[in-house]
């Protein structure tokens, strides 16, 4: 089989596996609310997502009113961090204080109280007379369920084309917008490692809506991030993330740290995307950068996605990259990368679809506060994950 169809099919093959196997996982199960996955050395303790939802009620960006929610998002940052269970908060602020329109894209929308308490917030902004889509993949077979009930609502909702797979993960509003790793999931929303933003910029919302609209008119093909004016924030979308993050590794001088759910690599081609963008993380420890790259290693992938992981793992320790896998019983699905004074947050993993075939979200910031919060975060995971032997 030729090299590049052996990375399609390969990455075909798993796909699920690198975007939902872990993140959809239990999708019945009573939801629980994780404080923070991976640091101490342990999880930490825990409570039922409805109680998190009801002590939200009282803050500001909760529906507070019944049917008149707060109108305006919480204020903060143009662009703040978000991680694992913080989520949910900042999601759902965007989605009650929206007055006029509200965008959903997601990969999967699962049973339990997090994603249905997101959609139930989704519905009632329907009925509260805001302008709602929602765009769901079509591959993940219980999207079916959050359809017809988006559907019987009467919200503006579709499945995207079966051309092309949707794996980014979107919450936007006229406000503002979450993207990131977390899917409606249980799991993503009250377990995992996770990692967001959530962005307040007028200029990167018109960017980020212009793309939306073009995405709900043709889902079948790749479409790249429009232009935008944004100062605080480089979106990319559909294969823009190698163009971003290439120059990036290039020009690094200090640290290179990277985290990420799913890395295939492919060894026998080095025309591949992953495979370049991976050998310029060895050129960059060559030339006296710090170098750390930290894999998910759960065991809900299956023995085919930690195969693939440990074998990327191989691969980067050969070059003398010091590389490590996340705790067994935690699922890693967080995907960024900081470079010296910058971080580029997204949906997509390191694999082929995620640099060049699905629908993914991202963007490149060099907001100070927000590269150490995700400098800090990658720390607490680390100092409690397994080290990789060349």
């Not at 239990?26 to 039922?48: I, P, R």
């Not at 997502?49 to 909760?62: C, E, F, H, K, L």
């Not at 006029?100 to 990969?107: D, G, S």
Request: a neutral charge; charged letters at 15%.
């Amino acid at each position: 089989m030729p090299t590049t169809a052996w990375a399609v099919s390969t990455l075909s093959a798993l796909a699920l596996v690198f975007a939902s196997a872990a993140a959809g996982c239990n999708q019945t199960e009573g939801a629980t609310h994780t404080v923070f996955a991976g640091s101490d050395g342990a999880v930490s303790t825990t409570e039922d997502a409805s109680a998190a939802a009801a002590s939200d009620a009282v803050t500001a960006g909760a529906e507070t009113q019944g049917a008149n929610p707060t109108t305006r998002l919480p204020a903060g940052d143009p662009v703040e961090a978000v991680f694992n269970s913080t989520y949910f908060g900042r999601a759902r602020d965007v989605i009650q204080t929206a007055q006029k329109k509200l965008r959903i894209v997601q990969f999967e929308v699962t049973a339990g109280d997090g994603p249905q308490l997101l959609l139930a917030a989704v519905i009632k902004a329907k009925q509260r007379g805001v302008d709602v889509r929602v765009l769901l993949d079509q591959e993940v077979s219980y999207n079916a369920d959050a359809l017809a009930q988006l559907k019987a609502a009467g919200v503006d909702a579709k499945y995207d084309s079966a051309k092309l797979r949707t794996h980014a993960k979107i919450v936007a509003s006229e406000q503002g917008f979450v993207i990131g790793s977390t899917n409606w999931s249980s799991s993503s929303i009250t377990k995992n490692n996770e990692s967001n933003v959530l962005v307040r910029d007028a200029n990167a919302l018109t960017q980020l809506h212009s793309w939306l609209d073009k995405v709900w008119t043709d889902s079948s093909k790749n479409i790249a991030m429009p232009t935008g004016k944004s100062s605080v924030a480089t979106l990319y979308a559909d294969g823009g993330y190698f163009n971003v993050a290439g120059p990036l590794v290039d020009s690094a001088t200090t640290r290179i740290i990277l985290c990420t759910y799913g890395m295939n690599i492919d060894q026998v081609n080095a025309q591949a995307l992953v495979t370049q963008l991976a050998e310029k993380l060895g050129k960059a420890k060559a030339r006296g950068v710090q170098v750390r790259v930290l894999l998910d290693q759960s065991g809900d992938w299956g023995e085919a996605g930690n195969g693939i992981n440990a074998q990327s793992r191989a691969f980067l320790a050969k070059m003398g990259l010091l590389v490590r896998s996340d705790p067994v019983t935690i699922i890693t699905h967080a995907k960024f990368l900081v470079v010296d004074g910058a971080v580029i947050v997204g949906s997509n993993n390191w694999g082929y679809g995620g640099f060049q075939s699905y629908h993914e979200v991202g963007l490149m910031t060099k907001q100070p506060a927000v590269v150490q919060n995700f400098a800090d975060y990658f720390d607490k995971i680390w100092a409690v994950s397994t080290v990789e032997v060349p």
